[in-house]
């Protein structure tokens, strides 16, 4: 019986990255525009998930090994919500960066984010539909075959190149850096463990993190009588005497902040198993010479995906 694979070429998995992209954006953002709870359900589960098992499998795949199916211990699985917990703040600093230099060429625009429930009832959906969901769907897509294929240049370039790749996947200039970040992150938990659970676990608490601190931020802005799009009635509330002592000191304080949030979450992830040399046991398989003609199509689909994040882009931008 032939030996099943289980790292898949990067020209397949450009091409599929291409295919996905485009139907995400065509069918998923259609039905999402429709209906947003019900739109991410289509582009999840139908769009990312199942094409993603069905690739797998009839090009011969070892689904186990692909998808990295390994457990984790339940110590394990209490530290990454942990690591993503002191993560965040770093990741919304990075991104507050890219913001700003936005903003610098015009290139923001108020971003109101697509699923804000208004009650309990709908926070808890939204849960569902905004964080578990993303987490299983996009994880088995980007730390399954997209990582894997990618593991071909050596584990460090797939945990980047992917990750970049999972921040494209948001087609929003504005939600581009911190995506990436993210997705460095997950693809670095996904080859430690040698597990796609951490990542899994780890996706999912961030997007709850994201939507609890919207609603708790909606629910205190709303008591106070602040608009979130003008911040009309902030003056009301904060004094608008800034000096710039007040301003530096809050600036180290933040920077001190982010240190303290950095170490701890180096070192949970150090406390983590290692099990890198998974991989490299199994890099007997055959890394085959790439033709002229693959190594094209393979840059030319990940340039079509980067033209459509673009238009997108000119799009928001300009709307």
Same mark, same amino acid.
Not at 139 to 152: H, K, N
């Given at each position: ?15 599929? %990255? ?22 991410? @359900? ?39 919500? @942990? ?26 625009? %108020? ?107 909606? !629910?205190?802005?709303? !008591? ?41 979450? %180096? ?20 890394? !085959? ?31």
């Amino acid at each position: 019986m032939e030996k099943k694979r289980f790292l898949p070429t990067i020209l397949e998995i450009n091409i599929f %990255y291409l295919i996905i992209a485009f139907a995400w954006t065509e069918i998923g953002g259609r039905a999402q525009i429709r209906d947003m709870y019900t739109g991410i @359900l289509i582009t999840e589960y139908l769009i990312i998930f199942i094409p993603t098992l069905i690739y797998i499998k009839i090009l011969g795949y070892d689904l186990k090994k692909v998808l990295r199916l390994n457990a984790i211990s339940i110590k394990e699985a209490f530290k990454i919500p @942990l690591i993503v917990l002191f993560s965040y703040p770093i990741l919304i600093f990075i991104n507050g960066i890219a913001l700003k230099i936005l903003d610098y060429f015009d290139a923001i625009k %108020y971003y109101e984010m697509p699923l804000m429930p208004q009650n309990n009832t709908q926070f808890l959906i939204t849960l569902f539909v905004g964080a578990i969901t993303p987490g299983i769907c996009e994880e088995v897509m980007f730390r399954g075959p997209i990582m894997r294929g990618y593991e071909r240049l050596g584990a460090r370039k797939a945990i980047i190149i992917s990750g970049v790749l999972f921040g494209i996947f948001h087609f929003n200039i504005q939600n581009f850096v911190g995506p990436t970040m993210l997705g460095i992150l997950l693809g670095y938990l996904a080859y430690r463990t040698n597990s796609i659970f951490p990542s899994i676990i780890a996706h999912g608490t961030n997007n709850a993190i994201s939507f609890t601190v919207g609603y708790v931020s909606l !629910r205190v802005l709303d !008591r106070l009588n602040i608009d979130p799009a003008t911040n009309e009635g902030l003056q009301q509330n904060i004094s608008s005497d800034m000096h710039t002592t007040a301003l530096i000191i809050g600036l180290i304080f933040i920077l001190g902040i982010l240190l303290i949030c950095g170490l701890v979450v %180096y070192n949970l992830i150090k406390s983590l198993p290692n099990r890198e040399k998974e991989f490299k046991e199994n890099m007997e398989l055959d890394i !085959r010479h790439t033709s002229l003609l693959a190594k094209i199509i393979s840059i030319g689909s990940l340039i079509m995906v980067g033209i459509i994040f673009v238009y997108r882009a000119h799009i928001f931008i300009t709307r």
